[in-house]
């Protein structure tokens, strides 16, 4: 049984830094890509960030670019999402994921954006952490 387990969530003021972290198992953590989605009340599930396989290509939504660090350690079977310069509007219950694929290319629209699609039902999902910015 696959397991996604999220840690880090939390509540800080607006400038402030947290980092999620995400345990695997029950798949080949080392084979696949992961990534962070998160929803705020109200809109629907967005990506934020994605890792290949290997850690070697990365993906990051516009709002959180030069902000947001995403990394992986294979022989821990973790990665991790370092948030900095948070802002109120990153308020929302982040979601870890496992996607069925190696790199992130694949699972990028032509509009820059992750994308699951189809594959969405073919995505493993952690339980969810909130984080809260207070401004």
């Known amino acids: 049984q696959v397991q996604l387990v999220e840690s880090g969530g939390g509540s800080v003021q607006a400038g402030g830094s947290l980092r999620l972290s995400c345990t695997v198992s029950g798949l080949r953590f080392d084979d696949v890509a992961m990534g962070w989605f998160r929803q705020a009340p109200g809109k629907e599930r967005e990506g934020v960030s994605c890792i290949g396989w290997n850690g070697r290509n990365t993906y990051y939504a516009d709002s959180v670019k030069g902000r947001f660090t995403i990394s992986r350690d294979n022989s821990k079977i973790t990665h991790y999402l370092q948030m900095s310069t948070l802002k109120p509007e990153d308020t929302a219950l982040y979601y870890c994921?496992?996607?069925?694929?190696?790199?992130?290319?694949?699972?990028?629209?032509?509009?820059?954006?992750?994308?699951?699609?189809?594959?969405?039902?073919?995505?493993?999902w952690g339980q969810g952490t909130q984080v809260t910015v207070s401004s």
């Open positions: 994921a496992a996607f069925p694929v190696r790199e992130c290319a694949t699972i990028t629209n032509r509009a820059g954006i992750l994308d699951l699609q189809d594959l969405y039902d073919y995505t493993n």
